[in-house]
């Protein structure tokens, strides 16, 4: 009956999340909606009072996030990385987000193992979660931008060889390529067809995805619009070099399987033993985590764990 409860309790916050998320972070399709219907209809049916309001104060909730809790800084440092994880929200949404994670995970904690001081590191790790879920896909984006660099260079020598400027050669890429890079290269013609040169929007696109192979094509770009030569030949030469360097990488990888997965194992293997534990023996880890020797116990675990799993992947993350 209590486990009943609590994924009953669990079930109700999730619920309650996914709500809050869609509240705050589908407004835009559903504001576009809206409008689009009540546009289509004229003059047929007026404007839902009651759910403009709500909107708009959803949107000054979002303004004074925005004014008292972001910074100028922080705000474009946000932004920057939002964009570069392709995820679509906003500094303040992110925000916003990162404390629901944290009062969720938080109660969650609480409802798991009825420990009020186990809510502070539930807190601590729901407002990291959105952080690292974003990190991570800015992680699989940058990889999935570098792993088809090379063929959109190779079409962008094609173009050219084939009497194309270099903004046609942009334009076959966009329409011929996948995402992240079709979005990239439209935002590229975006800004250069609003008035931005062709270095600024191609600083733009570094800043977006920081990748060594892409600054390495933007190098010899903005080098050869300023001292001339056969910009095909000189990428073909560097679509060779990005396709060794990709094979190393792969071979490195494969090498490095075996470290790697010791120190995934090194990492987790004391956490879900310990979760395992306290499911067959509640009473028999609760001194763990009450008795001061116990404590300390914990703590020297986690740092020598900790300690372990950097070693590994420092020894394990190879430079090319």
């Not at 969720?104 to 001081?117: D, E, M, N, R, Y």
């Not at 679509?239 to 490195?252: E, G, L, N």
Request: proline share 3%.
């Amino acid at each position: 009956m209590k486990w009943l409860i609590i994924f009953m309790a669990a079930f109700s916050s999730f619920l309650l999340f996914v709500g809050l998320l869609q509240m705050f972070f589908l407004r835009d399709k559903r504001l576009a909606k809206r409008m689009k219907r009540y546009l289509a209809m004229g003059d047929k049916k007026g404007f839902d009072r009651k759910k403009l309001n709500l909107l708009v104060q959803m949107q000054m909730t979002k303004q004074r996030i925005r004014k008292q809790m972001l910074t100028k800084d922080k705000n474009s440092k946000l932004e920057v990385l939002l964009s570069r994880a392709g995820v679509p929200l906003k500094p303040e949404e992110y925000v916003i987000m990162q404390w629901i994670s944290s009062a969720l995970v938080a109660g969650i904690s609480f409802l798991l193992t009825g420990a009020w001081f186990l809510m502070l590191p539930g807190f601590f790790l729901g407002f990291l979660l959105p952080k690292w879920y974003v990190l991570k896909k800015e992680r699989e984006r940058i990889n999935k931008f570098n792993e088809g660099l090379a063929d959109m260079i190779t079409t962008i020598v094609g173009s050219l060889r084939a009497g194309f400027s270099f903004p046609q050669a942009l334009k076959t890429v966009a329409e011929e390529a996948h995402s992240p890079i079709k979005e990239e290269m439209e935002t590229v013609l975006r800004e250069m067809q609003y008035g931005a040169s062709m270095e600024d929007a191609l600083h733009s696109l570094k800043e977006r995805v920081p990748s060594e192979d892409l600054d390495l094509m933007i190098q010899a770009i903005l080098i050869q619009r300023q001292v001339g030569g056969n910009l095909a030949t000189v990428l073909d030469q560097i679509v060779r070099t990005i396709r060794d360097r990709t094979k190393i990488h792969r071979q490195i990888s494969t090498l490095t399987a075996q470290g790697r997965l010791s120190g995934i194992v090194v990492g987790l293997l004391p956490i879900i033993l310990t979760l395992v534990l306290y499911i067959i023996e509640p009473g028999y880890m609760k001194a763990l985590f009450t008795h001061p020797v116990g404590i300390m116990m914990v703590v020297g675990g986690a740092i020598s764990a900790g300690i372990g799993f950097f070693l590994i992947r420092k020894l394990t993350s190879i430079e090319v």
